[in-house]
């Protein structure tokens, strides 16, 4: 039995390599690219797009060729029986973004395991063709030029969108190894790629990865470029992400007013943005501007929606960031108005009273007058047992549970203080036994 299974193993290994691209040897690569460059190199055929269409899969075949026969996902285990006449030159550790990999050298390429001992990247240190992709992507250029009765636009269009996907992956793995500035570069280059002719697709997420690399390393001229760009696009990130990566550029470069001018855009059509309206918030405290205008954008987004609990919730956290506490509380009773089944409105006021108590307790234990320092410790009691109803209620309306144990973490740490009578223990209990479950 055991012989069998372990037959059934490696036919199942060897069938899931199969499922694999396959991939030539390193010297086949080589050759398929010679042979193809003399042919282009001859002027009548030349003139043929097929002859071009097949030097750009020559070239995606010299890019696979050192990659070797490991694919992303593979186990070690699975490796070890397929590739076991290819060399091992060499084993360490490394350790990128804060994860552990083994890294096993062979020679043209390294093998990045993870802790769960998959295949995880594959890093070729010795090309077949120096910018293999690049020189597959111009093939195809030329082969599209020729084919004037687009005989061969199925294969140029799929080898295109073959040389834009293997960009994107690069461009992974070299934000992966730190490298932002060609993270950037290859992201930029997949977005080119696939938006050639015949493929013609317009890959907004790799445009913005360019723009967010190179905002991540502080080159915010090319970011602003390609930000601006994939705005163009219609793109804007989750929640409007993009406006306020924006605003921040535009402020960086020494033009405040238009980085207000899109933090006010993203406002308007996504007031929930917590990025956004923090860069609003910031904006207007620092200028000296009026900060109503906030409240004038706000209420904007009331007239749409006046129902929308949501943007009450919003006016609290603003009037919270300002140091307003009664406007706050009132816009956050609003939402339990309006919606008495939304959370946040309770949590928003749950979370301004357990701040204020927070705030109260450090500076009674600053004070050194014993009337003064108990009137503090009065007024922190009463914050801290304001909380409590609010983030019971939230807790018992809230259907996401990681919600419920955020809540649950506040109501342990507010209860345990009152512990001393029965009704607050039997709460400290509950939600400490919730939280510890959680972990």
Known sequence: MKRILIALALLASVQIAGAQQQVKSVNAARSGVDKALKTVSDAKKAANAANWTKLGQAYIDAYLAPQGNGWIGANESELNLIMSQDKVLGTREEVLGGQNYLVKSYATADYYFNAAGQLAIIKVTAPVVEDALDKALEAYKKAYSLDVKAKKTKD??????????????????????????????????????????????????????????????????????????????????????????????????????????????????????????????????????????????????????????????????????????????????????????????????????????????????????????????GQFEEALKGCIEPFETAFEISADNDVKVSIAEYLKNACFRFRAEEAYMAKYEKYNKIVAESR
Not at 158 to 181: E, M, Q
Request: charged content about 25%; aromatic content about 12%; overall charge negative.
């Open 156 to 377: 140029i269009a799929a080898g295109i969108g073959n040389v834009s996907s293997k960009y994107v992956n690069d461009a992974y793995d070299s934000y992966t190894f730190g490298d932002l500035a060609k993270a950037s570069e290859l992201f930029e280059k997949a977005a080119r790629s696939s938006m050639e002719a015949p493929f013609a697709q317009l890959d907004t997420n790799s445009l913005y990865n360019a723009g967010f690399t190179a905002w991540m390393m502080g080159n915010n001229e090319r970011a602003k470029v390609l930000f601006e760009e994939t705005l163009a696009t219609g793109y804007v990130g989750e929640d409007g992400e993009l406006y306020a990566k924006l605003a921040d550029i535009s402020e960086k470069l020494g033009n405040k007013e238009q980085g207000k001018d899109y933090l006010e855009q993203g406002f308007t059509a996504y007031p929930h943005s917590q990025s956004i309206l923090v860069g609003l918030i910031n904006y207007y405290v620092t200028s000296g501007d009026n900060p109503q205008r906030i409240f004038e954008l706000l209420d904007l987004a009331k007239q749409n929606e006046p129902n929308n609990a949501s943007l009450y919730y919003v006016e609290g956290n603003i009037h919270e960031k300002l140091g307003e506490e009664e406007a706050a509380i009132a816009a956050y009773d609003k939402c339990a108005e309006i919606n008495p089944k939304y959370e946040y409105g309770y949590i928003g006021k749950g979370i301004l009273l357990y701040n204020k108590a927070v705030d109260l307790q450090e500076k009674a234990s600053n004070e050194m007058d014993d009337a003064k320092y108990m009137v503090l410790v």
